[in-house]
């Protein structure tokens, strides 16, 4: 099948300065410094409550930080729409209308993205998904990794520039895993940037070319060495 | 992408869900009747009556309703956390409140329309001859009632005892929608019938003034 679109060029960078978040009395993150450069694969492990959902979901300017500064591609508090556009998010929620079809799903996004060929693109997405057969069923009757691989396909139709994955393996099998594992390892060749929060070993840490570890709102590790970074995947948990 | 069209599509989607659950609707119009049928059987009201009461009864059982009904509007966008999928979108926050907003008014004014000729026959009363007056009343207090709950249903969202808290803190503010609504509707049924345009300006103004602070302050509803 011809690609709908280009391919994507590259990634946005990631500036992370002083972030904190407090929650009441709570700080779950203390001042977070973190730069993450264009096309990076990037591993943020933690247990649970290190603040690792907390940072993306101010990644995807969800939340507003308590303190410091975000900026997407340079650009700061007001991130423009065109750059808001091209980031997309897939977390253990699969941010999909459980009483809409797949490509009802689908269809609905592209066109609040404001995407051409909506139609082309929907089918594309689908069929890259391995879904194009279950186009018109509705997406609650879908197995939870079905589900999984439209929210990707859902996020990926917009042609992500920064692509934030929130432990997207939850609930995934060995297969599910490893295909999610392989359409990141696609998406970070074509040069997206890719943050993903991870509480387990899995399958799609394989392609990952850095890991942070956050501990108590904090940066505790950051390696883009082969050796240390395989270390610091290890302990980040048991295999998911 | 211009508001218009944002809100459209939202609300679009809104009631393709909607009209496949059919959950809000059948359960609003099934609340509303029975209220207005244990209301005509607990009072037994005569025809006079009826005509100065059930206007205020029937404004009462729409806003226990739209309490109700309102709920959901945004506890649904949970389940899937697919508000965070709206928030992302490169939309205003407005239209996503907007095209909610619009969608309850549409569910709302089409159980009233249901019921309007329920009511007229529990209550004897005669809504041809003024059934254009009373679709303006009824529209504007539906706008009221939308706007409001939906903001409302937005800021409790996240609370915990939200079923509470949404009528705790939504019925106190629709009491001027209330009054105004039932007086206008009392006169329509009145022995010389007549719009008191009184209260339709202020109608037209509650509506403005809390469309006007959603647009203002509507992206902070969403905030986490």
């Known amino acids: ?240 | 992408m211009s508001l218009a069209r944002a809100t459209g599509l939202i609300l679009a989607k809104e009631l393709r869900i909607e009209l496949r659950s059919r959950a809000l609707l059948s359960t609003t119009f099934v609340f509303v009747l029975l209220v207005l049928v244990l209301f005509s059987f607990t009072f037994d009201p005569t025809a006079t009556e009826a005509r100065r009461f059930g206007p205020g009864l029937l404004w009462l059982a729409l806003l226990f309703a739209g309490s109700l009904m309102l709920q959901p509007t945004f506890v649904r966008e949970q389940a899937n956390d697919t508000l965070s999928a709206l928030r992302m979108a490169p939309i205003e926050p407005f239209a996503v409140l907007l095209g909610k907003l619009a969608a309850n008014a549409v569910y709302l004014f089409l159980v009233e329309l249901i019921l309007l000729p329920i009511f007229a026959g529990l209550y004897n009363l005669s809504i041809l001859p003024v059934l254009g007056r009373l679709l303006l009343v009824m529209f504007l207090g539906t706008v009221g009632l939308a706007t409001t709950g939906t903001v409302f249903s937005a800021v409790t969202a996240q609370a915990r005892l939200r079923e509470l808290l949404l009528p705790v803190l939504l019925l106190p503010i629709l009491a001027p929608v209330l009054i105004g609504s039932s007086e206008a509707t009392v006169g329509l049924f009145s022995d010389q019938p007549y719009l008191d345009t009184t209260w339709v300006v202020f109608l037209t103004a509650f509506d403005v003034v809390f469309l006007t602070a959603a647009w203002l302050f509507g992206e902070y509803l969403f905030e986490e």
Request: glycine share 10%.
């Open chain 1, 1 to 240: 099948m011809t690609p709908v679109h280009p391919q994507p060029s590259a990634g946005f960078s990631v500036q992370f300065e002083k972030i904190e978040k407090r929650f009441g009395m709570r700080l779950a993150l203390r001042g977070v410094t973190l730069e993450i450069g264009p096309g990076e694969f990037v591993a943020l492990v933690g247990a649970n409550g290190s603040g690792k959902t907390t940072l993306l979901r101010i990644a995807a300017l969800l939340m507003r930080p308590s303190g410091g500064k975000i900026k997407i591609s340079g650009e700061g508090a007001d991130i423009l729409p065109a750059i808001r556009a091209r980031c997309g998010m897939v977390s253990h929620a699969t941010l999909l209308y459980d009483e809409l079809t797949a490509q009802e799903n689908l269809r609905f996004f592209a066109r609040l993205y404001d995407l051409k060929q909506v139609e082309e693109v929907c089918a594309a997405a689908l069929e890259r998904a391995g879904l194009a057969n279950r186009a018109r069923d509705l997406v609650r009757t879908f197995s939870r990794g079905m589900r999984q691989r439209l929210s990707l396909a859902r996020a990926m139709m917009t042609e992500p520039r920064l692509l934030l994955l929130d432990e997207p393996a939850t609930g995934l099998d060995p297969e599910g895993q490893a295909w999610l594992g392989r359409e990141a390892a696609r998406l970070h060749k074509e040069g997206c940037t890719i943050l993903m929060s991870t509480h387990g070993r899995n399958e799609v840490q394989s392609a990952v070319t850095r890991a942070v570890r956050l501990e108590a709102g904090l940066v505790a590790a950051d390696s883009r060495d082969g050796t240390e970074m395989r270390e610091i995947l290890a302990r980040s948990g048991p295999e998911a």
